[in-house]
């Protein structure tokens, strides 16, 4: 270990579908990817077409240790694993981990059923990585390496997804990437998760204006993420997951609003790097 930096780099932070264009060359178009460095470790969390771009980096820098937890295998969260350039060298080892599947199917089943044919020309049993994949139940703490503490807790969102809390020398990073408030309520399982934290980052898909057009899609809004932020101690609220509409502007104007509400606040932008 030459370092104790807690270093997040956001690959990807726009939801459901990744877009391009002078709209969005700002805050980015590509859909969900988190990288956590916890020291010399690389934590990634989510596969959605950032993916590829954290993939080439870290394949230039040599990394050939990797983590990979799931949030959920909605499309924006997973399309970018069969272009993930660490799966076909053969020098690679990569640990693939997901908690939602609630026994439905293992981790391994899970990639399987979508890099296959029709879908996918190539199944992952043709990469040449060393891939290993496990499961744990929501509420479960992990220990992917000694010294990095990662609680988990189950989100209100359809077909189930987890959120993280990595606890890493002192410091704290909590990711929410999909959850449904209910209006009024601030969620015990996400205060529990960002409790006190130097920084989360939280789904806000939707505003407190367009909310209600939009219940049971399974996301929240930046307004909430500033409640969440308030009540919990929190240091700083990261929104991402932004919606393939938001253009810079939008996003810029919302950043705007929710610093005068929590001088924390700011909207996530692809390539991002935070110092924790
Ligand atoms: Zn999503
Ligand atoms: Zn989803």
Same mark, same amino acid.
């Given at each position: 270990m030459t370092t104790d930096r807690f270093q997040i780099k956001l690959w990807g932070v726009r939801g459901s579908l990744p877009v391009s264009g002078p709209a969005f060359r700002k805050f980015g178009g590509n859909t969900m990817c988190i990288e956590m460095r916890c020291g010399d470790h690389v934590l990634l969390f989510d596969a959605g077409s950032g993916l590829l771009p954290a993939g080439a980096a870290l394949k230039d820098e040599g990394q050939k240790d990797l983590t990979l937890f799931f949030t959920h295998c909605h499309y924006d969260h997973i399309a970018g694993l069969p272009f993930f350039p660490p799966l076909y060298c053969d020098k690679s080892r990569l640990k693939v981990w997901s908690g939602h599947l609630d026994g439905t199917m293992t981790t391994m089943q899970m990639i399987e059923s979508y890099m296959r044919r029709p879908f996918f020309p190539i199944g992952p049993d043709l990469c040449h990585a060393c891939i290993e994949t496990d499961e744990f139940q929501p509420g479960t703490v992990l220990t %992917?390496? %000694?010294?990095i503490t990662i609680r988990t807790a189950m989100l209100n969102h359809p077909g189930n997804a987890v959120g993280y809390r990595v606890e890493w020398g002192g410091r704290v990073v909590a990711l929410i990437t999909d959850t449904e408030h209910e209006p009024g309520t601030l969620d015990p399982a996400v205060l529990g998760l960002i409790a006190g934290a130097d920084l989360f980052l939280y789904d806000a898909t939707f505003t407190d204006e367009d909310f209600a057009a939009f219940k049971g899609f399974g996301h929240s809004t930046w307004q909430q993420g500033v409640r969440l932020a308030q009540a919990s101690g929190a240091k700083s609220v990261g929104f991402i997951h932004h919606a393939k509409r938001r253009t810079d502007g939008q996003l810029t104007a919302i950043e705007r609003r929710a610093k005068r509400l929590f001088p924390g606040a700011f909207c996530g932008r692809e390539m991002q790097v935070i110092d924790i």
């Open positions: %992917p390496h %000694p010294g």
